[in-house]
């Protein structure tokens, strides 16, 4: 079973739905043959080059309300051992992150991207790094497993930008508008930070579907605007 999960590294959300999935992919007992890809997104595809703070950004776009848009997640991150420091996070672009992700992928495999994915969720939302630097994102490459002269030559470059900016566009061909979007076989989508019991259920479910052959179309339900309970918008 191959699962695509559609996430930004900016996502808080996405960081919850990481953590709820990885949850109910252990108790699953066919995840040996579950293979698990991220597929990119940016809920913020023009922010600059130059990072700012987090939290006068999101105050600046939702108002008052992102403070407590802040504080129910954190406070739902703490219970999946995740530590937000909002305070510390920057808003930066995260396309350099996502073609990071690919080169982890194509040359390293799943389960190196997977590392890298949680390192950059990490760093951004915990550490407070830039994650729209070069420099910072070969540190934490490089601490996930990849060479550094690799990283430092391919972020020097365009490599991985045609790919990047494919899978961007077959996300939106299927209609993702918010994240974390789960497709499982290409076939089915969930959508949100679903709690670790649903991801559970859909997963033995997309089970007996392939051992079925009953294929059905990507279906993902729309979402509003901003980060609402399970998932971030834009």
Request: charged share 25%.
């Amino acid at each position: 079973m191959k699962v695509e999960i559609w996430s930004d590294i900016a996502c808080p959300w996405c960081y919850i739905g990481k953590r709820r999935f990885e949850q109910a992919l252990a108790d699953f007992p066919g995840k040996e043959q579950v293979e698990v890809v991220y597929r990119p997104y940016q809920l913020v595809p023009d922010a600059p080059a130059t990072a700012s703070p987090h939290r006068a950004w999101l105050a600046e776009r939702y108002g008052p309300q992102s403070v407590a848009m802040d504080a129910r997640v954190a406070e739902l991150g703490r219970t999946e051992g995740i530590a937000y420091d909002f305070d510390a996070a920057l808003h930066a672009n995260t396309f350099l992150g996502h073609r990071l992700l690919h080169l982890a992928e194509a040359e390293y495999g799943p389960a190196v991207q997977g590392r890298l994915k949680e390192a950059l969720l990490k760093a951004h939302f915990t550490d407070g790094v830039d994650v729209g630097d070069r420099a910072a994102l070969t540190d934490v490459a490089v601490a996930s497993g990849l060479d550094r002269d690799r990283v430092t030559a391919y972020l020097a470059g365009d490599e991985g930008t045609a790919e990047v900016n494919a899978q961007l566009a077959e996300g939106r061909e299927l209609g993702i508008n918010a994240v974390p979007t789960f497709v499982f076989e290409g076939k089915w989508a969930v959508q949100g930070g679903q709690d670790a019991a649903t991801f559970g259920k859909v997963l033995e479910q997309v089970a007996a579907e392939i051992g079925e052959r009953r294929p059905a179309p990507v279906q993902v339900a729309p979402a509003g605007e901003a980060c609402a309970d399970g998932s971030c918008a834009i």
